[in-house]
């Protein structure tokens, strides 16, 4: 990543990041773009959160029971979270995409999540005031 040395990116953290997005992009500058909130959490959102904190804490509440940090288990869980409380899934996760990765276009979400970590993703659920 010859392209990016001046970012300091984590290299092993590209390597896991490159699989995901390889067929979305043309050239390489458009990789920092689709990826960058893998390298920092956003500030913004493309999208406004607003009124939404019980639904992010609902979901926080539910992602915290997951014990095996997989992309499959997580999904999973969160398919499990949009029945239950009703919810289309891609109202549901067209809003767990933004509040992850800030943007309405990103890598897929699931796989994304297990490469930032639980920790990570708890901590951007929570930070929806």
Known sequence: MEFYKDKKLDENLVEK???L???RIKKLSDYLPLCEFFFQPHTTYEVV???KQDFFRKVHQELEKVTDWKADLIGESL???AKKLEIKNSLFF???RMVITGKKISPPL???MEILGK???LTRLALIK
Do not use: H
Request: net charge negative; charged share 35%.
């Open 17 to 19: 990041t490159i699989p």
């Open 21 to 23: 997005i390889k067929e």
């Open 49 to 51: 959160l607003e009124g």
């Open 79 to 81: 398919i499990n979270l």
């Open 94 to 96: 067209a809003d767990m």
């Open 110 to 112: 699931n796989e994304s």
């Open 119 to 121: 920790d990570e993703c």
